[in-house]
């Protein structure tokens, strides 16, 4: 067995407080993946035969002001890769550039169409950039571009709450053809959860 996928997580921080996360319990010091580390790992990878590497963690990284040189490395390696986000950094400008690299995945991390349940289990406003931002990478990336996954995660309870979400995102998305959309069952290891979802 041999080292396939890779998950690097390039800043500690994330601009959300989602209910489910335990970023949302445990404050972390702000912390960015140096340059000089990055090429330390980069170096010590290239002996495996790395089909993915996705830059996730419980963190954000669009959070990351040199997420654009750190994928432009990765890149210029040779390495795949793909990135798990929550979309409200993921500005049109930010997508351009990582379309450019030819980063390969997108997971955007959508559980509700609802502004009052978004604010509520997350603890931000971010919906209304959320959209918008989902909306021009779809926009960027036509059927035939089979280069480019973009994922909707749909995270819940596996309950009717998630049913009726799942039902609302996927029915905005069907007409696009490029979204996969992918159901997350919520493992329960942070916080309470809010009133809107008990
Ligand atoms: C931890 S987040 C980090 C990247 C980015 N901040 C985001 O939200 O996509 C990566 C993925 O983990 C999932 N996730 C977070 N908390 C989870 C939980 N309690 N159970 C299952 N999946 C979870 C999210 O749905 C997201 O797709
Ligand atoms: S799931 Fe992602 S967006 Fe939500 S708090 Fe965790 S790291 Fe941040």
Excluded: W
């Amino acid at each position: 067995m041999s080292l396939k996928y890779v998950q690097i997580e390039t800043t500690s921080t994330c601009n959300q407080r989602c209910f489910f996360c335990p970023v949302s319990i445990e404050k972390k010091a702000k912390v960015q993946l140096s340059t000089e580390r990055l090429d330390q790992i980069i170096d010590g990878l290239k002996q495996y035969p790395i089909e993915n590497i996705a830059i996730s963690g419980f963190t954000e990284p669009t959070h990351d002001k040199d997420l654009v040189g750190k994928v432009a490395a990765l890149r210029v390696a040779g390495f795949k890769v793909s990135i798990f986000t929550n979309g409200s950094g993921l500005k049109p400008e930010l997508t351009d550039q990582l379309l450019m690299l030819g980063v390969s995945g997108f997971t955007l991390n959508l559980s509700t169409l609802n502004e009052d349940e978004y604010r509520e289990t997350r603890g931000t406003q971010d919906l209304r950039r959320v959209i918008p931002n989902i909306d021009y990478l779809i926009a960027q990336t036509p059927v035939q571009d089979k280069s480019v996954e973009i994922t909707i995660a749909v995270i819940g309870r596996l309950d009717g709450q998630h049913a009726k979400n799942l039902r609302e995102i996927d029915s905005k998305y069907a007409d696009a053809g490029v979204v996969n959309i992918l159901i997350i069952p919520m493992v329960e290891f942070a916080g309470k959860s809010p009133a809107v979802l008990r």
